[in-house]
């Protein structure tokens, strides 16, 4: 690292590792690390990072396990003779939904931790909960009935919160332990998520939760940026306690504990900015801007939103902004993804990618009023399985020609992305681009119709370490917000996206219109299963 260079950290906590990257001023990124939590903490028996029980349901990580993590990524770092003393600020991120319980008097030891000892060491007894629930876990139903019938019904939670119930959502996970381990409850002097549990760590302090990141967790009010006293009611007793005040993303917590300036050679005046989730740290990381849409084209396609005024639904979340206090963001899953464009292209292309596009190119743009759904598993965005095919006057088919199958199943995939982002709030705008990262990224005739569907441009993006990068970028962006500074400022010296695609001319005439028809379909297809 270049004598002198100011630099910031960002620190990302997933399911499977800790990760550290570090970018100097002009956004380069100039250091990597990570912990891989089965190969290099196997004391802690993790498969995967998590520790499945014995209900299939119920999944946690041991809490010290991502204490040891941060012990090792800093020790690592250190040994690859890293200069702490340049890093103006750090953020991170954690992955969505978990949370830890401190127990009474943790705070008072994150205070005054010493610096020839482990964290690990230090905090080994600070825990009232030892398994954190994370968000694989699926085991709190029955507090996702009582919670929603609380408030009025799972639309009035999700007017209030971003969401319907959902059983990873940290509410949740904490109504289920107040009611199954009240004592645990009760000797829990504060609870974070994961991404705050880790800025803790840092700042040597509780740091508070973000809007962003407090968005996923079914108990804040996203528009008046504050715990719904409604929801903490429904889920354990003096709750707004134990979470303290939501703040920006973009807030300064404080200086960096002296523990890291003895240990690691931290410059004192290194400043923790708030952490945030995953998800909404990649929206940083893709550098995603009012009117964007990104679109991950995986084995799950997920489409990330940009929006002013959100209009929460029972399928996808609403989150705050990481970025933008006065903006929101969405999240929309379709568990359908690239395995069922494989499994078309395998079906009636003979299983190659150049035959399915020469059956797109044997067909037009709106496939001559045939429409497809394609739900060889349980669809997430909607509820629904099967195959489901209609001809132009909407009668259901049993088979299409191979040529109209291979379109109908790329049309119909991004139809449902434009139609749910619209329900959400979302309008296409003018400067509207759309950015495509993913397998199915690299497929000009795939993302053909993505542009013509939105009737936008496509780009695409690098997103390799994304939510990490995306941290990094807050990090600098932290301390020039409060002058007032965009984001968008802080990252325009960054890699531009490489545009892809351009909608045809006539692409909005064509596929406006049925859009519409798609949704007045899909409720047919709803009844029908």
């Known amino acids: 690292m270049a004598a002198g260079r100011d630099c910031y950290l960002g620190v990302d906590l997933s399911t499977q590792q800790m990760k550290a990257l570090v970018i100097d001023d002009n956004l380069n990124v100039i250091h990597e690390t990570n912990v891989k939590f089965d190969d290099d903490l196997p004391e802690f028996g993790t498969q995967g990072g998590v520790h499945i029980q ?143 549990f880790v800025a803790s760590l840092f700042l040597g302090d509780y740091a508070a939760i973000d809007y962003s990141d407090g968005s996923g967790m079914n108990l ?86 940009w929006i002013q005024d959100p209009r929460p639904t029972l399928e996808g979340h609403i989150f705050c902004n990481p970025v933008d206090s006065n903006a929101y963001m969405a999240l929309i899953c379709f568990k359908n993804g690239s395995l069922t464009r494989e499994k078309i292209r395998d079906e009636s292309a003979s299983g190659s990618w150049d035959e399915f596009a020469k059956a797109m190119k044997a067909t037009c743009p709106g496939n001559n009023g045939n429409l497809g759904f394609y739900f060889d598993v349980m669809e997430i965005t909607p509820a629904v399985i099967g195959i489901h095919r209609f001809n132009a006057e909407n009668c259901k088919v049993f088979e299409f020609s191979k040529e109209v199958e291979v379109r109908a199943v790329i049309e119909g995939q991004m139809l449902a992305k434009r139609a749910y982002a619209e329900k959400l709030g979302y309008k296409v705008l003018k400067g509207t681009r759309v950015l495509a990262t993913g397998g199915a990224s690299s497929n000009s005739d795939i993302l053909q119709v993505l542009a013509d569907v939105f009737n936008a441009p496509v780009y695409t993006i690098d997103t390799a370490n994304s939510a990490c990068l995306g941290c990094a970028y807050r990090a600098k962006h932290g301390l020039q917000a409060a002058s007032g500074q965009s984001f968008a400022d802080t990252v325009q010296m960054a890699p531009a996206p490489k545009l892809a695609v351009i909608p045809a001319c006539e692409a909005d005439k064509v596929y406006g219109p049925i859009v519409a028809r798609y949704m007045e379909l899909e409720k047919l297809v709803r009844n029908s299963c």
């Not at 807030?251 to 240990?263: D, E």
């Open 220 to 305: 804040m009010h996203i528009l008046a940026h504050e715990w719904s006293q409604q929801c903490l009611d429904a889920c354990a007793p003096g709750l707004k306690e134990k979470l303290g005040a939501p703040q920006p993303s973009h807030s300064i917590l404080g200086p960096i504990s002296p523990y890291y300036v003895k240990r690691f050679g931290f410059n004192s005046d290194c400043k923790v900015i708030a952490f945030t989730g995953d998800n909404p740290a990649s929206l940083a990381g893709m550098r995603l801007q009012q009117g964007d849409i990104a679109v991950s084209l995986g084995t799950s396609d997920t489409v990330f939103l």
């Open 54 to 196: 014995s209900d299939k349901l119920t999944v946690t990580t041991p809490v010290l396990l991502w204490v040891k993590a941060l012990d090792m990524l800093l020790a690592r770092m250190k040994a690859s003779n890293f200069d702490f003393s340049k890093l103006k600020s750090l953020s991170g991120t954690g992955q969505q939904h978990g949370s830890v319980y401190w127990k009474d008097g943790a705070n008072q030891t994150l205070k005054n931790m010493s610096g020839d000892r482990s964290l690990h060491q230090i905090l080994e007894s600070s825990f009232s909960v030892k398994g954190s629930p994370i968000w694989m876990d699926s085991s709190t139903t029955e507090e996702c009935q009582q919670l929603e019938k609380s408030v009025g019904g799972p639309q009035k939670l999700a007017d209030i919160t971003g969401s319907r119930a959902y059983e990873r959502f940290t509410g949740n996970q904490i109504a289920k332990i107040n009611k199954k381990n009240p004592e645990e409850y009760k000797k829990t002097e504060r609870i974070s998520l994961v991404s705050s």
